[in-house]
């Protein structure tokens, strides 16, 4: 069964610096996508970055980069430049499969890294 | 307005009284989804539908059930409520797309006492 493990409850980052969220996932599936998850505090769940298991390239969006280490079964989420609003719950998600034939977009998540950003 | 809207936002209520949490969205999905999210545990999915004849339980749907009234429309029901169910609950959609990605409500969080 997939499994998404964030082994970083909170995290600290000063403003303009880079950060590094932690993310490890296990899967039989060849096939899979990896995500992405912000939650500020007014809860709402807003989609960052997506990885394919078979995109050649690390994904970038903006500030957020996915580092995608195949071998290690990690996607580690970079967020350069860090601003007071990324103060946020991440959430990593992995679902099994890829591309049009899916079938459900089963997300499994992990249990979230809070990041504090401070001035 | 929010392309996925659930009502109530905030909810408290007392054990055993049956509770309905409903989810609309507009933007043409055809799945949708409920999800829990409890401190500590992330998201954990309780159900999810394809169309509207189509169910499917999820990781954690001991305790809910779940109604299609129309493409658009998603609802869970707690027949019972128990305290273990307070919990912050969302509902997402996801197209035929590539990537797959889930897009959320704003949640409902349910006490129940």
């Known amino acids: 069964a997939q499994k998404i493990t964030q082994t970083q409850p909170g995290m600290f980052v000063q403003e303009k610096e880079a950060v590094t969220l932690d993310c490890t996932y296990d899967?039989?599936?060849?096939?899979?996508?990896l995500f992405w998850y912000k939650q500020p505090s007014s809860g709402e769940m807003i989609f960052l970055i997506y990885?394919?298991?078979?995109?050649?390239q690390n994904a970038t969006e903006g500030r957020y980069s996915l580092n995608f280490q195949k071998a290690r079964k990690s996607a580690n989420l970079v967020i350069s430049a860090s601003q007071l609003g990324d103060s946020a719950m991440y959430f990593c998600?992995?679902?099994?499969?890829?591309?049009?034939?899916?079938?459900?977009?089963?997300?499994?998540f992990g249990t979230g890294t809070r990041l504090l950003v401070s001035p | 307005d929010a392309d996925v809207t659930q009502t109530p936002r905030n909810r408290i209520t007392k054990t055993g009284k049956r509770i309905m949490l409903e989810c609309s969205q507009t933007?043409?999905?055809?799945?949708m989804y409920w999800y829990r999210q409890d401190p500590g545990l992330g998201l954990r999915l309780i159900y999810y539908?394809?169309?509207?004849?189509?169910?499917n339980k999820g990781e954690i749907s001991d305790g809910y059930s779940v109604s299609r009234q129309a493409q658009a429309k998603f609802s869970l029901s707690l027949e019972s409520a128990i305290p273990n169910q307070t919990a912050l609950y969302f509902c997402?959609?996801?197209?035929?797309?590539?990537?797959?990605?889930?897009?959320f409500g704003e949640g409902s969080r349910l006490t129940v006492l």
């Open positions: 997402a959609t996801s197209g035929v797309v590539f990537t797959g990605e889930l897009f």
């Open positions: 899967t039989s599936d060849p096939s899979y996508g």
């Open positions: 990885q394919g298991s078979y995109d050649q």
């Open positions: 998600a992995m679902r099994e499969g890829y591309g049009m034939n899916t079938g459900f977009q089963k997300l499994v």
């Open positions: 933007k043409g999905h055809d799945r």
């Open positions: 539908s394809f169309d509207v004849k189509d169910i």
